[in-house]
């Protein structure tokens, strides 16, 4: 006799993902697997891994955007496999990239002429778009150096100690020395007085940020541009200024219309921007706008034909996808000036509800300013027995992530928790956070001393050990040790996690 068993029409679980044998034993993380998998299950398995991420929407940490309108999102999905760099064969895609450039040169108040062309691309972010930009002042001044027999081997940007990383990278991969402003406390950008006396014969340019990454705030390119006039005709240099507004371009000319800061200041020859921040395109989209042809030297431009025509060509990254370029073209047109001032208000707005909350806890002290990016920067104004990195580390509790960092060179004493306000974070949100702040703060309360408990013990020994000897120490670096030893906990945390760079 046969022994069978029939199908029940219910017994489905044979044909769920989960109950298949792909999600029974685990795959291999760092080799490619021998056999292939149904694609629900492949879906299923990296699903349930990326649901461990953090909520784009709260992590207030980054300045890129993280919502945009269903319409755009279709839109972007339905030119996601049209690669940008083929401008013959999508040419309307080449075109609205021109728009984009132009909109945003005429927005920076470009000196073109009726019919003229605005000189632009657009890159992956503003890290791109430094990139060029700084290959085009190095070139522009070794070129000038040449002509007139000088040497060209050791040029330099003079530029902040507040600086984003990326610029950092230009100097190193491209051999250009990084001459930096240092902070002072309390004044936590680059001071354009001390920038001016550091320029020399061999000065590239001077990066002047519309926006600090520390703390929102604007640099004055205004006294700068008249500082470095003066210096200029004294010398006989022509230093420019590059305009780093990779926060701020698409914030000035909408909050602070009278603000001069871009191509309204003669030594402003290149800005950039990255649109998926206040530009509010996701991520993967900058742009870089020069005052004029003259200041992008032509030997920079590449021309090829093998992709069907005659294409100029500026770019670090040759392809790329066209949806980010689409996608910023819609919200320039959907938007309009009207929308993005809407937008930015709102954003400015809810920034002010959440620096009076944080006020009103009497705890912080505000280090961002009113005028500049909408994002609060706040530091405890008693940091003696929890410190700002444990606060930082408790509200991801709730959701939250909220970056604690310590400040460059000459400041590092002071430590900053800081909140970007993005247009998708809501006023409801922000008076969340407000109350969850304060639940985190009563917590850490009612818990022991943790960083400066340990230091305290570890005084103790080094006392003992000494002897009976004793030793003085200030505020300040008690304080630089406590953030220290925290910074070291949290990377070796960091570290056991994943051994990957």
């Not at 003079?158 to 309390?186: M, P």
């Not at 191509?263 to 530009?279: A, D, E, M, Q, T």
């Not at 090829?304 to 910023?328: C, E, H, M, R, W």
Request: net charge negative; proline share 4%; aromatic share 10%.
């Amino acid at each position: 006799m046969v022994l069978s068993k029939a199908a029940s029409e219910s017994d489905v679980s044979v044909h769920s993902t989960f109950a298949s044998r792909y999600v029974r034993t685990s795959l291999p993380r760092y080799k490619m697997p021998e056999n292939s998998i149904p694609k629900d299950a492949a879906f299923q398995i990296i699903n349930d891994e990326l649901m461990l991420d953090g909520n784009p929407r709260l992590n207030l940490a980054s300045f890129v955007t993280t919502w945009m309108e269903p319409e755009c999102d279709k839109l972007m999905m339905d030119s996601i496999n049209k690669n940008y760099v083929d401008m013959d064969e999508y040419p309307v895609t080449t075109e609205l990239q021109n728009r984009c450039v132009n909109m945003i040169a005429h927005l920076f108040n470009a000196p073109l002429e009726d019919g003229e062309t605005a000189v632009g691309v657009g890159t992956v972010g503003s890290s791109e778009a430094i990139m060029l930009a700084g290959l085009a002042f190095k070139r522009k001044w070794q070129n000038k150096m040449k002509s007139q027999g000088k040497p060209y081997d050791k040029p330099n940007i003079v530029t902040g100690a507040n600086v984003q990383v990326c610029w950092e990278k230009f100097a190193r991969y491209f051999e250009v020395e990084l001459k930096e402003v240092k902070l002072s406390d309390g004044y936590y950008v680059m001071d354009p007085e001390k920038a001016a006396e550091m320029v020399d014969e061999n000065t590239i340019c001077v990066a002047a940020i519309l926006g600090s990454t520390l703390n929102g705030e604007f640099e004055d390119v205004k006294k700068l541009n008249d500082l470095l006039i003066e210096k200029n005709k004294e010398t006989g240099w022509d230093t420019p200024i590059h305009v780093d507004a990779a926060s701020g371009g698409f914030i000035a000319p909408f909050l602070y219309p009278e603000l001069e800061w871009d191509f309204r200041l003669p030594l402003v020859k290149s800005i950039n921007v990255s649109g998926h921040k206040y530009g509010l395109v996701y991520a993967g989209i900058g742009w870089a706008i020069w005052r004029n042809k003259d200041d992008l030297p032509d030997e920079l431009i590449f021309h090829i034909n093998y992709l069907g025509a005659d294409q100029p060509t500026f770019t670090l990254n040759f392809s790329k996808g066209s949806s980010q370029v689409i996608a910023q073209y819609y919200q320039l047109i959907r938007l309009g000036f009207e929308g993005y001032k809407n937008v930015m208000e709102n954003c400015q707005e809810n920034a002010r509800v959440l620096r009076e909350g944080l006020e009103k806890t009497g705890r912080f002290k505000i280090v961002s300013k009113e005028i500049g990016v909408p994002l609060v920067a706040f530091s405890l104004k008693d940091n003696s027995k929890h410190d700002e990195f444990e606060i930082s580390e408790t509200l991801r509790r709730f959701g939250w992530i909220v970056p604690a960092y310590t400040m460059p060179a000459n400041a590092e004493h002071i430590t900053v928790l800081r909140v970007v306000i993005r247009e998708d974070f809501s006023r409801t949100l922000a008076e969340r956070l407000i109350l969850d702040i304060g639940k985190v703060l009563h917590e850490l309360d009612t818990l022991p001393a943790r960083v400066n408990a340990k230091l305290a013990v570890a005084e103790e020994k080094a006392v003992a050990n000494d002897r009976g000897a004793v030793r003085h120490k200030t505020e300040m670096k008690l304080q630089l040790e406590a953030t220290a030893a925290w910074k070291k906990y949290v990377a070796d945390k960091k570290m056991k996690k994943s051994g990957v760079c």
